[in-house]
């Protein structure tokens, strides 16, 4: 015996009918802004980690220059004449003996404040070279801009006057 489809279903019939199961709905814009999400989410961390990366780069590489300038004017501020001619580079020193540098430190006005606005650090052909941009203020009232200009020798920044 047939199965006939307006009969109810018997069941010793050999094939029971069975009716689809409706569409799953399309989830398209829930799909598509899961995704997004994630894009974003990832492009976000990426990003930061990046951005991190360069930021302790770029650090690495102008806190020397900075060390050495800062090391240099705070001995300046103080009087400590021989501790400023050590951050002196070598070119510097041939010119000038420590004695000569006591002498000129001493005619100039004393150093109270100092704010370093801005460090650059190059290398060309393997010589690594820096500026270091100063906002000096001394005691006389007068303030100042100085650019000092810093050369790697031996490893270490040095103040070229």
Do not use: H
């Amino acid at each position: 015996m047939a199965y006939q489809p307006n009969q109810p279903y018997q069941p010793n019939q050999p094939y029971p009918p069975y009716s689809t199961p409706p569409p799953r709905p399309r989830r398209t814009a829930r799909t598509i802004v899961i995704v997004v999400a994630v894009v974003l989410l990832v492009c976000c961390i990426g990003g930061s980690a990046g951005g991190y990366w360069i930021y302790r780069s770029v650090s690495n590489a102008v806190a020397p220059a900075s060390d050495t300038t800062r090391t240099y004017l705070d001995a300046v501020r103080r009087g400590d004449n021989s501790t400023a001619y050590a951050q002196l580079c070598s070119s510097t020193r041939d010119r000038m003996s420590e004695a000569d540098y006591a002498q000129l430190a001493a005619t100039q006005p004393k150093l109270l404040t100092y704010d370093i606005d801005g460090v650059s650090v190059n290398n060309v052909n393997g010589v690594t070279t820096g500026t270091v941009t100063v906002q000096l203020g001394y005691d006389d009232g007068t303030e100042r801009t100085q650019v000092y200009t810093l050369v790697k020798e031996d490893g270490t920044f040095r103040v070229c006057e």
